[in-house]
C-alpha cells in the first residue's frame, strides 16, 4: 500500500505556509524529510511574489520564478531553476528518508515533469509522500497514485494526523 496524500488550500500563499510549517514539524519529530517546501517573498505589495523552494531538510533555496515584466501574464516558472532544484532533491534521496514533501504537484508534473519521476521513487521506496496540489491537477495526481492517493484537510493537525494513521502499523 502507497503512504500518498495530497492537500490544497485556497488562499494565497496559504499552502506553501502549511507544508513549510509540516516540513518543520516532522522534522521536530526526528522523522528524515526530502523534497521541498516554497518560501514566497517580495509579497508586500500587490505584485507577484518571488517564488523560492528550500530543497529538504537542508539543502540550498533556489529562486524558481522569473521576472517577466509587470504587465506579464505567463507563467512565471524557470524552467532551469526547476531543473535544478528536481537535481538538488535527486542528490539528497541518496540517502535514507521517511518523507518526501512537495510543495506544488503542478503543471509540470501533470505532463509528467518535474517532480514526477521523483514522487513516483519515493512513493516507491515506501516513504510516506504528501504533495500539495489545486483542483485543477488533483485528479492527475489521484492517477499518478493509481487511486491510493488520500485527500487531507489544508490543516496542520489533519496532516499529522494521516501520517501518524499511515504510520502506525
Avoid at 521517511?98 to 508534473?109: A, C, P, R, T, W
Wanted: a negative charge; glycine letters at 8%; one cysteine or more.
Amino acid at each position: 500500500m502507497l503512504k500518498i496524500a495530497y492537500t490544497m488550500a485556497h488562499g494565497r500563499g496559504e499552502l506553501d505556509l502549511l507544508l513549510a510549517d509540516l516540513a518543520q514539524r516532522l522534522e521536530a519529530r526526528g522523522l528524515r524529510t526530502r523534497g521541498i517546501v516554497q518560501i514566497n517573498s517580495g509579497c508586500e505589495t500587490d505584485q507577484k511574489c518571488d517564488m523560492d523552494v528550500q530543497v529538504l531538510p537542508d539543502g540550498p533555496m533556489i529562486r524558481i520564478s522569473q521576472f517577466l515584466g509587470k504587465e506579464a501574464r505567463g507563467c512565471r516558472l524557470d524552467p532551469n531553476a526547476m531543473a535544478a532544484a528536481v537535481a538538488e532533491v535527486e542528490r539528497s534521496m541518496a540517502t535514507s528518508y521517511d518523507v518526501f514533501l512537495l510543495n506544488k504537484f503542478g503543471k509540470q508534473e501533470a505532463e509528467g515533469r518535474g517532480f514526477r519521476d521523483l514522487l513516483a521513487e519515493a512513493a516507491a521506496s515506501g516513504a510516506t509522500v504528501i504533495a500539495g496540489t489545486n483542483p485543477l491537477n488533483a485528479p492527475v495526481f489521484e492517477e499518478f497514485s493509481d487511486g491510493e492517493a488520500s485527500c487531507v484537510a489544508p490543516d496542520i493537525d489533519a496532516l499529522l494526523a494521516w501520517y501518524d494513521k499511515v504510520n502506525a502499523a
